[in-house]
């Protein structure tokens, strides 16, 4: 939650995959509060009202994972509304003549989005998606220690450009600094 609020402050992006982090963590404790309290709320460092409103955001999460049936995979709605706003603003901005800097980023990417595509065989909705996805394979090989081939390495350096550039003109427009 503290963490959670920090990054969508900062980086949407960064937000969008520590949600799915969590997303992940809690089905690793299958959903179970008693688990997610013992092992994650308790190793916080923080005096106990925080750790409850730790506890209870969690809770909250459980609750709309298994509402939304998400216990098994997927992504919460409010995540997916997150990246369905951010594609809306990927979309704008390859519109947008004040806003070459970004297109030429993702002309860089697009090679590897469309490859991200196809491996989703229709799973996902848009490319923002599909460029988190890959994001969030790469974070978890990583986490793993798992060897990346240099081309999926070269083409996941771009996708990462092109999300780490729409998070930065999300923030600016959050801070009214650009207008759509």
Known sequence: MI???????????????YMWQVEDLIRAYNLNMDQINKNIV??????????????????GLVDLMQEEDKKESGHLQFIQNTINDLNDLHLWLLKSPDHLDYIDIYNKAKAGIIELMNKSKGSVENEVEACFNGLYGI???????????????TAMTSVSQLIALLSKKYKLIEEGKIEL
Not at 139 to 153: G, P, S
């Open 3 to 17: 963490i959670a609020k920090q990054k969508k402050k900062e980086n949407i992006a960064e937000y969008i995959l």
């Open 139 to 153: 974070l978890m090989l990583r986490l793993q220690q798992k060897t990346i081939n240099i081309e999926t390495a």
């Open 42 to 59: 308790e190793r916080f460092n923080q005096p106990e009202p925080v750790k409850k409103e730790i506890s209870d955001w969690y809770a």
